[in-house]
Every structure is written in C-alpha cells, then in structure tokens.
C-alpha cells in the first residue's frame, strides 16, 4: 500500500480534491486495517477521514514552497534514470 503514495505538495499541478480524498482513505485504511470499515466503525472512520482531509487540504494550501515545483508527471522518470543508466534496460 505505500509504495504507491506519492508527494501532494510543491507540485506544478495543484491536488485536487479527489487526489486529497484517495489519499486519505489510503492513510486511513493503513492506519486502521480496515480495507472499508464494518458498519459499526463506519461512521467514526468517514468523520475521522474527513478531518484528515481538511487537515491535509490547509498543509498543501498554506506553506510557502522553498524548493522550485515539481511536475508529477515526470517525477516517476526521474526515479528511473539511474537504474536505466546502471542496467541499461
């Protein structure tokens, strides 16, 4: 599961809404266990993500950035060059 998270803020392109939200569910569901929450703990953990996600919104929002934005689309690239280089693949 967290292989695949990746860096919201400082980014050429603003996160969206939908991104804050898949983000959070993925922290909510790594730090419950829960892959969906039965219906007893379901009310607690869609309040407990929806705080989270306005929580998360006011830390992409407010900061000032001191490093230059990244492009998300060509950061996965980035990562691959040096094994590209190394193994020639």
């Known amino acids: 599961m967290c292989r695949n998270i990746r860096a919201l803020y400082n ?5 969206t809404e939908a991104v804050i939200e898949s983000a959070e569910l993925q922290f909510m569901r790594k730090l419950t266990n829960f892959n969906q929450p039965n219906q007893v703990n379901a009310q607690i953990f869609f309040r407990a993500a929806k705080v989270l996600s306005q929580t998360a919104s006011g830390l992409l929002t407010e900061p ?26």
């Open 11 to 15: 980014s050429v392109q603003p996160a």
């Open 64 to 89: 000032e950035p001191l490093a230059p934005n990244k492009n998300r689309d060509q950061e996965p690239r980035k990562r691959q060059e040096p094994t590209l280089e190394r193994f020639g693949r």
